[in-house]
Each structure stands twice: as C-alpha cells, then as structure tokens.
C-alpha cells in the first residue's frame, strides 16, 4: 500500500518557468511533509518541509503547498534552472512517530 | 549539522555471501537512525529504524538485518545475500523531536551478482 504517490514519473520545464511537482498521500494522520531533490547515486538532499498546521512554506525559489482536506502537496520552483534537473522525493511523517514515507519521485528535467 | 559516513561508495558481492554496511553519524547525540533501499527505478523503502542503542524497527519482512551497537553507529547486515537484495542504500539520520528533518549520507551501491 503506497501512503506516498507521486503520480508523475518525469516532468520536463524550459529554464525560468515554473516547476510544479505533485505529490499525494492517504494517511490523514500525516502532519509532516519534507521534500527532497536527490542526483544519481548521492543522497537525497532536503529542500523544504511544512508542517500540518501551515498551507504553504516559501524559502527562496522554492515554495511547498499543503491541501489537507484534498491530502494533496505541490512543490513550486520559481524560476527553474537546468541545475534543478534531479529526481525529487515527497515524504511524510505521522506523529508519535519515527518514521517518513516516501514517495515514488519524480524526474525533472530543466531544459536550457 | 549532522554528518553522515557511509561505507562503501560501492559493493560487488556474490549471491550466498555476507553483507555489512556501516553508518556512523557527526554532529548530534541520540539521533534517529535509518536504513533506506532505493531499487532500481523505484522510490526510497525503509527497511529499518531505531530510536536508540540496541532498539530495531524492522519495516519489511527480508533478508537484511541491522543493528546499533553505538548511538551514532548504525549496521546493516546479511547472513546470505539474494539477487533481489541489490540496489542503492541508504543511512539517513535525524535529531529526536517533532517535525525535523533526515540527513543522508552518500549511499552505497550494492550489486549482487
């Protein structure tokens, strides 16, 4: 059972648009949610994260989005750069406990 | 911020023989510990996590095993190993408290051939 879905295999964007990477989950318990960007065969990195208590959290380029009542999460990157071209990772968290769930990922790829 | 080592960068190892993966973790006390598996073309699974020295969660029924010997060591271990246990691992760890986030190390490339 996949609590995490990033339905989006790969998204393409021309440099200086915007990227909107999707990502829903089904636990309602979930009250957490961090994205991460990952290159091949290194370690995904975190970007971002939002708590339940928020609908959005802006940090530089990058703006995540939460939709409770849809369980729906979207990661913004404005403008994109071809150095944004990575797989990214959408996770989250139950409280009481330890654990974050990932998702499936989603390729982006910024065309120069 | 918190270091993680992960060792090593890569693992060619035959079907049937033994696995140890180490992580060790810099910059925090207690920290949270886990072990990720990224299959081929696949997302992140935990396999395991622990909250503290000698305390395992096992996620997934498998071939693997781990262990904390140390609070900031965390193992990952097989007696046997399958074709199917290939793929890319993980360690990530994270500061005990609510709504904080996991670092990762490197990552280690196993092929079980």
């Known amino acids: 059972d996949q609590q995490v879905k990033q339905n989006s295999p790969s998204l393409s964007v021309q440099e200086g648009r915007i990227s909107i990477l999707n990502c829903d989950y089904t636990n309602s318990m979930f009250d957490y949610f961090l994205w991460y960007k990952k290159y091949p065969a290194e370690g995904p990195t975190f970007l971002i994260s939002i708590s339940s208590i928020k609908d959005k959290n802006e940090d530089g380029r990058f703006t995540v989005f939460l939709n409770k009542s849809a369980k729906h999460l979207s990661l913004h990157i404005v403008p994109s750069q071809p150095g944004d071209s990575a797989v990214y990772f959408c996770a989250a968290s139950e409280a009481g406990t330890y654990k974050y769930i990932f998702g499936t990922g989603t390729r982006l790829k910024v065309l120069a | 911020s918190q270091t993680i080592h992960q060792w090593p960068a890569t693992l060619v190892q035959p079907v049937g023989s033994p696995l140890s993966l180490e992580c060790t973790v810099e910059g925090t006390s207690n920290p949270n510990l886990y072990w990720y598996r990224q299959a081929a073309g696949r997302g992140l699974q935990l396999l395991f996590y622990s909250v503290g020295i000698g305390q395992i969660s096992s996620e997934v029924p498998q071939n693997l095993s781990a262990s904390r010997p140390q609070d900031r060591q965390f193992i990952l271990s097989s007696k046997k190993l399958l074709l199917s246990d290939s793929g890319f691992y993980l360690c990530?760890?994270?500061?005990?408290?609510?709504?904080?986030?996991?670092?990762f190390g490197q990552g280690t490339r196993l092929t079980v051939v």
């Open positions: 990530a760890s994270r500061v005990t408290g609510v709504n904080t986030e996991a670092f």
